[in-house]
């Protein structure tokens, strides 16, 4: 009895097992979407780090979105123009020159730069934080919680004496850590040279305001836009014209940067052994401008 009881459910679950591959077979004929062979190419030109630099979810999404909606081929920071070489050809498609995005930190306050403090007791992120009014005195500058540094995949941004700092040599530009900034002050801007000068500040206060809070921040005197064309003061702070931003204005930026009363004027990216022949008798701090934007006008504060 009990053999055939067995005979009896074996065969059956055989029978099961036959027709439901079968039936999967044939869902999988009828059903079946062509994928543009395309995408796939692209898919394995990709590095396949899925980390969002190019603007679309994944490395995936992206390939289905040159294919499909003919977005740039040389949107990926990991891959750069090796990458961007390969996928041009795939699409048979001419490569145009474009600049490497990198971020630049727009806060040059390191811990002892810091006035005002008080001590946060609540989660050590940057995002709580920037929740509860006084934990530093300037609105504007680095919390030094880290949130950047572990959105960073490649260990290419670290919190140094309460600062945001780039390793630019490992740097790819893949933008996690301005996007995850929730005080918008690490943007991605398009470097001409591996070099470029910065604003180290993004505090739009009156200098007196700014000299409460903060022992270096920009305290809008215009000495630099004086000194140099490429500078502009807007609400109190210093910016500078990357779109007219070339070596032509060397002996210019030289002195804005003797002019600057509070030295933010600074040297950021990875150094050339030419720029480096340049720059020696210049007495640029090591550190960080472009677009300012901060959270301080559309943040709902606690406490």
Known sequence: MNAVTLGLSAGTLFTMAVVLAYILGWASRKFHVEVDPRVTAIMEALPGANCGGCGFVGCSDYAEAIVADGAPVNKCPVGGASVAEEVAGIMGVELTDTLPFRPIVHCGAHTQDKLLRHDYLGEKTCEAANLVSGV??????????????????????????????VDYDKCV????????????????????????????????????????????????????????SLFHVEDNLSSINYELYCQDYTDELKKAIEKCPQKRIILVGKPTEKHLAETKDMEVPELVEAEFRTTVDDTEWWG
Do not use: W
């Open 136 to 165: 530093q005195g300037c609105t504007y500058g680095c919390l030094g919680f880290g949130d950047c540094t572990r959105a960073c995949n490649y260990d290419a941004i670290h919190v140094v004496d309460g600062l945001a700092t």
């Open 173 to 228: 530009g893949c933008g996690a850590c301005a996007n995850v900034c929730p005080r918008n002050i690490i943007t991605m801007t398009p470097f001409k040279y591996q070099r470029v000068m910065a604003i180290a500040c993004s505090n739009k206060d009156f200098g007196k305001s700014v000299k409460e809070v903060c022992k270096v921040g920009c305290i809008g005197c215009k000495a630099c836009a004086k000194a140099c």
